[in-house]
Nanobody
Framework: QVQVVESGGGLVQPGGSLRLSCAASGSIFSMFAMAWYRQAPGNQRELIASIGSAGRTNYADSVKGRFTISRDNTKNTGYLQMNSLKPEDTAIYYC?????????WGQGTQVTVSS
C-alpha cells in the first residue's frame, strides 16, 4: 500500500509563488511516476504536470513556463514549484503517484490566489 500526502498550499497574492510537496510512503521504491492535478469549484479535475520514472516532464499549456515539477528519489517526494501565480490558478491541487501501474491519490491541498 502506498500513502500520498500533499502539503504547501495556502493563500498567495497574484504574481507570488508557492511550492507544493508530495510525499509517498509505504511499499514504494524510486521507480515511480508522479503527476499533479487541480480542481477548481465547478470544474473537472485537470492534469497540469507530470514526471516519469526517468525524469521526463510534461505540462499543460495553462501552466507551462510558470510551474516546474521535480522529484527527489532519495526522499520519495515530488514537488511543484509554482511561480507567477494567477487568480485562475486557485484550486485544490492533488498529487497522483503511479507505482506498479496503480495510481494513488493524496487528499489534496488548497491553493488560493487572491489580493
Amino acid at each position: 500500500q502506498v500513502q500520498v500526502v500533499e502539503s504547501g498550499g495556502g493563500l498567495v497574492q497574484p504574481g507570488g509563488s508557492l511550492r507544493l510537496s508530495c510525499a509517498a510512503s509505504g511499499s514504494i521504491f524510486s521507480m515511480f511516476a508522479m503527476a499533479w492535478y487541480r480542481q477548481a469549484p465547478g470544474n473537472q479535475r485537470e492534469l497540469i504536470a507530470s514526471i516519469g520514472s526517468a525524469g521526463r516532464t510534461n505540462y499543460a499549456d495553462s501552466v507551462k513556463g510558470r510551474f516546474t515539477i521535480s522529484r527527489d528519489n532519495t526522499k520519495n517526494t515530488g514537488y511543484l514549484q509554482m511561480n507567477s501565480l494567477k487568480p485562475e490558478d486557485t484550486a485544490i491541487y492533488y498529487c497522483n503517484v503511479i507505482y506498479m501501474a496503480v495510481g494513488y491519490w493524496g487528499q489534496g491541498t488548497q491553493v488560493t490566489v487572491s489580493s
